[in-house]
């Protein structure tokens, strides 16, 4: 079964501090990866978009790392800001399958001062 | 170039009522998503459509819900005799191309049914 799993469901860290998101999936045949970050009230934005052949992407202060052997992905944020606090949402697009959409239910951050 | 529009950002509705939430794509976008998010849960799929086309609906609940893209004029998805069940916020995305390509978001439409 195509699957999107996130770790950890949710996630209090100091301002300033790093953290790291993951995302394990079993869907295949696989096409891309993208993660999501979802303000309180908001629509999702993208922040970043891997393809099979790229290992590491970074968008500012984020930075997004895939694992196609392992199927594994993760989202790193750098020296973080009471604006990260948000959903992230790690999405995966099937091959086949008309490029359905495989959406994870997301990792809740918390900045703190 | 403005964003993907949603209106009404709120709307309450008593049970047994109609709910029709429109979504306007980004300009030049020709593909539009319809998703549903329970409170404390995430996005789920339920339909796509292209102009005056649906082309994947397996998402959407079987009786009461419907959406279209016609021509001219915003997506509408349709939701009649609401109950409480459906209370959520229903966002709307489109992309540029075919297949499921870049999605843009609009801010979404919070349904609350009384």
């Not at chain 1, 930075?63 to 790193?76: G, I, N, V, Y």
């Not at chain 1, 697009?93 to 959406?103: E, F, P, T, V």
């Not at chain 2, 229903?90 to 992309?95: E, H, L, N, T, V």
């Amino acid at each position: 079964k195509n699957q999107v799993e996130q770790s950890p469901q949710s996630l209090i860290i100091l301002e300033g501090k790093n953290c790291t998101l993951q995302c394990n999936y079993t869907v295949s045949p696989f096409s891309n990866l993208r993660w999501y970050k979802q303000d309180t009230g908001r629509g999702p934005v993208s922040l970043t978009i891997m393809t099979f052949s790229e290992n590491t992407k970074s968008n500012g202060r984020y930075t997004a790392t895939l694992d196609a052997d392992t199927k594994q992905s993760s989202l790193h944020i750098t020296a973080s800001q009471l604006s990260d606090s948000a959903s992230y949402i790690c999405v995966v697009i099937h091959a086949g399958n008309n490029r359905k959409l495989i959406w994870g239910l997301g990792t809740s951050l918390g900045v703190n001062p | 170039n403005a964003g993907v529009m949603q209106n009404p950002r709120h709307l309450v509705r008593r049970r047994g009522q109609e709910a029709r939430l429109r979504c306007s794509p980004m300009k030049g976008h020709s593909h539009v998503y319809w998703y549903r998010q329970l409170p404390e849960e995430g996005l789920k799929f339920m339909v796509y459509l292209q102009k005056e086309n649906i082309i994947d609906e397996s998402g959407m609940p079987k009786e009461r819900f419907s959406a279209e893209f016609p021509k001219e004029g915003p997506s509408i998805l349709r939701i009649q005799q609401v109950v409480r069940g459906d209370s959520a916020a229903y966002f709307c995305a489109s992309s540029f191309s075919t297949g499921y390509n870049e999605q843009f978001f609009g801010p979404g439409t919070r349904l609350t049914v009384l």
